[in-house]
């Protein structure tokens, strides 16, 4: 080979290197912040983008995107001291990237602990029946504590919630017992009340046994006086109409 060529070939290959070193492509949702000796210089938006070779490198990836983060259970001691553990999941979104990557450490190790920390602070204020019960407003507690704490880490938490609230196994026992209590309770209330609507309705059904009966029986001892008496008006018409002798109308009232 020519020993011409080779330099050229040389300066091209460097020149290719360091125009491809120029070029950065963020993709969509993404966010990547670029330092310049060591400092930061500035957040690449999604697309094509220009940096300096040698002087400038990507520091951190971000995805702006919102992101779900489901921690582990935590103990935490009620009020009336009875230990619970409490499993929650966060819903947060990166709105700052050079605040996300510069101004803490780990923000999901942050946010961890400081979820930790809050939850202890709530739940401790609280007796366990209100802990159970008292969901959305530990959520709501939650949240405005996070959102408040996270922001100047330029992160934004949407949405706080409680995955579940896990009793010890004594109460968790006491609690069926007592569920279990209220079921059979409400299955002999439901049954007393079955036989209670059972006897009504057979002694209602009785007694309108009884008035219908009494009624066929007062109509037919009416119709059959009626019957008796227009006989007996019969008889004693066609008695008059024939001028029956004194003795036939003896005979007939006496036979009446």
Known sequence: MDPVVIPILVAAIVVVFLVASTVRIVPQARRYNIERFGRYRRTLQPGLNLVLPVADRINTKLDVREQVYSSDPKPVITEDNLVVNIDTVLY????????AAYEVADYLHAIDQLTVTTLRN???????????TSREEINARLRAVLDDATGKWGIRVNRVEIKAIDPPNTIKEAMEKQMRAERDKRAAILHAEGDRQAKILTAEGTKQKDILEAQGTQQAMILRADGEAKAVER?????????ADPKVLAYKYLET
């Open 92 to 99: 947060y979104q990166i709105t700052d990237p050079r605040a």
């Open 122 to 132: 709530v739940i401790g204020s609280m007796d366990l029946e209100e802990t159970l």
């Open 235 to 243: 008889v004693f018409q066609a008695v008059h109409r024939n001028n």
